[in-house]
């Protein structure tokens, strides 16, 4: 179960812990973004040792982790939300396959909160709900098979 990005990533918020600075959003990233991944390879509730390391070194820099963790998810949401303002997307350059990347970077994000007990605000929640909703609806109507995509919504 090794991976170099997750474990480069734990051991800098290790060290955080260790040193006592404050984490910021970037650290933050970098977790969520590691954890989130191997949440999807591995699927959720699979990754004990990780997210007991990850625990150890939050419970050392406490309050100042889950503001880090919060304000890169919120970002994250907001990013997602507002790129897909129907405005942009009638653009004719508009890039649909960054946007669907950054969702799934979203997503991975995402999964880590789960896994680390880390709540995003409802109203972000709902508003990526809504920006999915959105997009899936034009992508879909695209015709387009290798832009494929539903992120699941039922």
Known sequence: MSDPELEEAVRQLERVARTGRRPDRFLARAVLLALGRQVGKQGEGSLDPWRERIRKACDQIGDAWEEAAVAELALACEEHIRSVDPRYLDLPDYDYEYTIHARERLEDRLAAARELG?????????????????????????????????????
Request: hydrophobic share 35%; no cysteine.
């Open 118 to 154: 880390l709540e995003v605000p409802g109203d972000l929640l709902q508003g990526v709900f809504r920006a999915d909703r959105t997009l899936a609806d034009r992508v879909g109507g695209k015709g387009d098979p290798s832009m494929d995509w539903n992120p699941g919504l039922s």
